[in-house]
C-alpha cells in the first residue's frame, strides 16, 4: 500500500508564490513516477506536473514556466513550486505516484489552493 499527504495548500494573491510537497509512505521505489493534478469544481483533473523515475518532466501548458515540480527520493517526498500564480490556479491539487510495476495509481487527499484577484 502506498499513502500520500499533501500540504502546503493555502489563499494567495495573484502573482504570489506557493509549495506544495507531498509525503509518500509505503512501498514506493525511486522508478515510480509522481505528480501533481488537481481539480477544480466541474472540471475534470488534470495535470499540472509530473516526474518519471528518471527524471524525465511533464508540465501542463499551463504551468510551463511557472511551475516546477522536484522529488527527494530518500524522503519520499515530492513538491510542486508555484510562482506567478493566477486566479485561474485556484483547485485542489493532489499528489499522484504510479506504480513502474503495475501504473496502479495512487492518490492522496488534496490540498485546497486559491488565488484570490
Known sequence: QVQLVESGGGLVQ??????????????????????WYRQAPGKQRELVASMAGDGTT???????????ISRDNAKNTVYLQMNSL??????????????????????GQGTQVTVSS
Open 14 to 35: 495573484a502573482g504570489g508564490s506557493l509549495r506544495l510537497s507531498c509525503a509518500a509512505s509505503g512501498s514506493i521505489f525511486g522508478i515510480d513516477s509522481m505528480g
Open 86 to 107: 493566477k486566479p485561474e490556479d485556484t483547485s485542489v491539487y493532489y499528489c499522484n505516484l504510479q506504480t513502474a510495476w503495475d501504473l496502479k495509481n495512487y492518490w
Open 58 to 68: 511533464n508540465y501542463a501548458d499551463s504551468a510551463k514556466g511557472r511551475f516546477t
